[in-house]
Protein backbone atom coordinates (compact mmCIF):
# COMPACT_ATOMS: atom_id res chain seq x y z
CA UNK A 1 0.00 0.00 0.00
CA UNK A 2 1.49 3.44 -1.47
CA UNK A 3 1.19 5.96 1.66
CA UNK A 4 2.07 9.68 1.52
CA UNK A 5 2.43 11.47 4.85
CA UNK A 6 3.75 15.00 5.27
CA UNK A 7 5.36 16.99 8.05
CA UNK A 8 7.15 20.14 9.21
CA UNK A 9 4.19 22.37 8.66
CA UNK A 10 4.00 25.28 10.96
CA UNK A 11 3.75 28.76 12.15
CA UNK A 12 6.83 30.98 11.28
CA UNK A 13 7.30 34.54 11.10
CA UNK A 14 8.31 36.52 7.58
CA UNK A 15 12.23 35.48 6.90
CA UNK A 16 11.85 32.35 8.69
CA UNK A 17 12.43 28.80 7.66
CA UNK A 18 10.43 25.85 7.77
CA UNK A 19 11.53 22.23 6.16
CA UNK A 20 8.61 20.07 5.40
CA UNK A 21 9.30 16.34 4.93
CA UNK A 22 7.36 13.62 2.32
CA UNK A 23 7.49 10.11 3.73
CA UNK A 24 7.07 7.60 0.94
CA UNK A 25 6.05 4.11 1.62
CA UNK A 26 5.62 1.37 -0.54
CA UNK A 27 7.13 2.82 -3.89
CA UNK A 28 10.55 3.53 -5.03
CA UNK A 29 11.65 6.89 -5.09
CA UNK A 30 14.57 6.88 -6.78
CA UNK A 31 11.58 5.74 -10.21
CA UNK A 32 9.55 8.27 -9.33
CA UNK A 33 8.60 12.15 -9.59
CA UNK A 34 7.55 13.68 -6.50
CA UNK A 35 6.29 16.89 -6.48
CA UNK A 36 5.42 19.85 -3.99
CA UNK A 37 1.86 21.57 -4.60
CA UNK A 38 0.43 23.97 -2.62
CA UNK A 39 -3.25 25.93 -2.09
CA UNK A 40 -4.21 28.78 -0.41
CA UNK A 41 -7.35 29.87 0.30
CA UNK A 42 -9.23 31.82 -2.92
CA UNK A 43 -6.35 30.79 -4.78
CA UNK A 44 -5.06 28.37 -7.69
CA UNK A 45 -2.99 25.63 -6.70
CA UNK A 46 0.95 26.03 -7.46
CA UNK A 47 3.80 23.79 -8.36
CA UNK A 48 5.96 24.71 -6.03
CA UNK A 49 8.55 22.46 -7.06
CA UNK A 50 9.72 19.04 -8.27
CA UNK A 51 11.86 16.57 -8.33
CA UNK A 52 12.04 13.46 -11.11
CA UNK A 53 14.47 10.95 -10.73
CA UNK A 54 14.69 9.02 -14.24
CA UNK A 55 17.38 6.53 -15.65
CA UNK A 56 19.88 7.22 -12.88
CA UNK A 57 19.60 11.24 -13.43
CA UNK A 58 17.93 13.43 -10.99
CA UNK A 59 16.10 16.96 -12.37
CA UNK A 60 14.76 19.72 -10.22
CA UNK A 61 12.11 22.57 -11.02
CA UNK A 62 11.24 25.24 -8.74
CA UNK A 63 8.08 28.11 -9.71
CA UNK A 64 9.28 31.43 -9.96
CA UNK A 65 7.83 32.85 -6.83
CA UNK A 66 10.26 30.18 -4.98
CA UNK A 67 13.36 30.05 -6.73
CA UNK A 68 16.22 31.05 -4.56
CA UNK A 69 14.32 30.41 -0.99
CA UNK A 70 13.65 26.84 -1.59
CA UNK A 71 15.37 23.55 -2.10
CA UNK A 72 13.89 19.84 -2.90
CA UNK A 73 16.13 17.52 -1.99
CA UNK A 74 15.87 13.48 -1.76
CA UNK A 75 16.81 11.03 0.95
CA UNK A 76 16.46 7.48 -0.59
CA UNK A 77 17.62 5.59 2.20
CA UNK A 78 14.82 6.95 4.05
CA UNK A 79 12.38 7.14 1.10
CA UNK A 80 11.71 10.17 2.25
CA UNK A 81 11.63 14.04 -0.03
CA UNK A 82 12.09 17.22 1.61
CA UNK A 83 11.60 20.89 1.15
CA UNK A 84 13.79 23.25 2.22
CA UNK A 85 11.91 26.78 2.74
CA UNK A 86 13.83 30.17 3.78
CA UNK A 87 12.72 33.38 3.74
CA UNK A 88 9.38 32.68 3.87
CA UNK A 89 7.02 35.50 2.65
CA UNK A 90 3.36 35.78 4.41
CA UNK A 91 2.56 34.65 0.21
CA UNK A 92 3.60 31.15 1.50
CA UNK A 93 1.11 30.66 3.28
CA UNK A 94 -1.06 27.61 1.99
CA UNK A 95 -1.48 24.08 2.30
CA UNK A 96 1.28 22.53 0.97
CA UNK A 97 1.16 18.60 -0.26
CA UNK A 98 3.51 16.41 -2.04
CA UNK A 99 2.67 13.75 -4.74
CA UNK A 100 4.08 10.82 -6.56
CA UNK A 101 3.79 9.66 -10.02
CA UNK A 102 6.06 7.10 -11.89
CA UNK A 103 9.02 9.29 -13.84
CA UNK A 104 7.89 8.73 -17.51
CA UNK A 105 10.28 11.46 -19.44
CA UNK A 106 8.65 14.73 -19.26
CA UNK A 107 10.09 17.61 -18.50
CA UNK A 108 10.05 18.96 -14.78
CA UNK A 109 7.86 21.91 -15.57
CA UNK A 110 5.55 19.53 -17.04
CA UNK A 111 5.56 17.84 -13.98
CA UNK A 112 4.91 20.68 -11.91
CA UNK A 113 2.34 22.66 -14.10
CA UNK A 114 -1.27 22.87 -12.23
CA UNK A 115 -2.68 21.18 -15.14
CA UNK A 116 -0.92 17.85 -14.38
CA UNK A 117 -1.65 17.36 -10.91
CA UNK A 118 -4.40 15.29 -11.91
CA UNK A 119 -2.14 13.01 -12.83
CA UNK A 120 -0.14 11.97 -10.21
CA UNK A 121 -1.16 8.59 -8.52
CA UNK A 122 -0.74 9.43 -4.80
CA UNK A 123 -1.19 12.49 -2.82
CA UNK A 124 -0.74 13.53 0.67
CA UNK A 125 -3.35 14.86 3.08
CA UNK A 126 -1.15 17.91 3.28
CA UNK A 127 0.40 19.98 5.65
CA UNK A 128 -0.55 23.70 6.91
CA UNK A 129 2.30 26.17 6.56
CA UNK A 130 1.50 29.97 7.36
CA UNK A 131 3.61 33.06 7.44
CA UNK A 132 2.95 35.79 9.94
CA UNK A 133 3.65 38.09 11.99
Known amino acids: QVQLVESGGGSVQPGGSLRLSCAASGLPLDRYTIGWFRQAPGKEREGVSCIISLDGSTYYYYSDSVKGRFTISSDNAKNTVYLQMNSLKPEDTAVYLC????????????????????????RGQGTQVTVSS
Open 99 to 122: AAVPARGFTADVYCSNSYFPRYDY
